[in-house]
T-cell receptor
């Protein structure tokens, strides 16, 4: 089986930085995805890591350590529109398994 | 380019009634997924198709759930009979994956079909 763990909720102030951690234990590993999901909407792709290291894309960055089974998503210069659930998902031989999601609340 | 289209967006039925959801993936995407999402949880895979073949249906409750993708394009997910615990959002997603890669690739999700069973 697979375990994907991420915090349930995080609160941060507009303009600040938030780091969402994800740990995983899987029987196979083809990469790790981060998706953003606003309430009542579909998940949308944010980032993909398959090799160790940091991937930067604008205000969002994602890090992966395969040996530690660990990833984080870094959100910089937070905006109110960033209030959403952030889903960590592991691709294990073509099977994408999602964590429960981290609800990020951005306050003024 | 049109995204993944699902219908209906909302459905309310009484328990023991049948229900069906339809999904049209992004044109050219060979892989199609049905996920179930409960409130406050991440999506859970029900079934994955590569073209018209169901390559992973291990988590589909086959006593009441069925799915088909006859021509390798659009797909239907059916529940018969529905139970109270089936109330959830049913998400369809598609991706373009190289044959035999074993990789998922980026998934494109539809808006989902929200089912309420009374």
């Amino acid at each position: 089986g697979q375990n994907i763990d991420q915090p349930t909720e995080m609160t941060a102030t507009e303009g600040a930085i938030v780091q969402i951690n994800c740990t995983y234990q899987t029987s196979g590993f083809n990469g790790l995805f981060w998706y953003q999901q606003h309430a009542g909407e579909a998940p949308t792709f944010l980032s993909y890591n398959v090799l160790d290291g940091l991937e930067e894309k604008g205000r969002f960055s994602s890090f992966l350590s395969r040996s530690k089974g660990y990833s984080y998503l870094l959100l910089k210069e937070l905006q109110m529109k960033d209030s959403a659930s952030y889903l960590c998902a592991v691709d294990s031989w073509g099977k994408l398994q999602f964590g429960a999601g981290t609800q990020v609340v951005v306050t003024p | 380019e049109a995204g993944v289209v699902q219908s209906p967006r909302y459905k309310i039925i009484e328990k023991k009634q049948p229900v069906a959801f339809w999904c049209n993936p992004i044109s050219g995407h060979n892989t199609l997924y049905w996920y179930l999402q409960n409130l406050g949880q991440g999506p859970e895979l029900l079934i994955r198709y590569e073209n018209e073949e169901a390559v992973d249906d291990s988590q589909l409750p086959k006593d009441r759930f069925s799915a088909e993708r006859l021509k390798g394009v659009d797909s239907t997910l059916k529940i018969q009979p529905a139970e109270l615990g089936d109330s959830a959002v049913y998400l369809c997603a598609s991706s373009l994956v190289g044959s035999g890669t074993g990789n998922t690739g980026e998934l494109f999700f539809g808006e989902g079909s929200r089912l309420t069973v009374l």
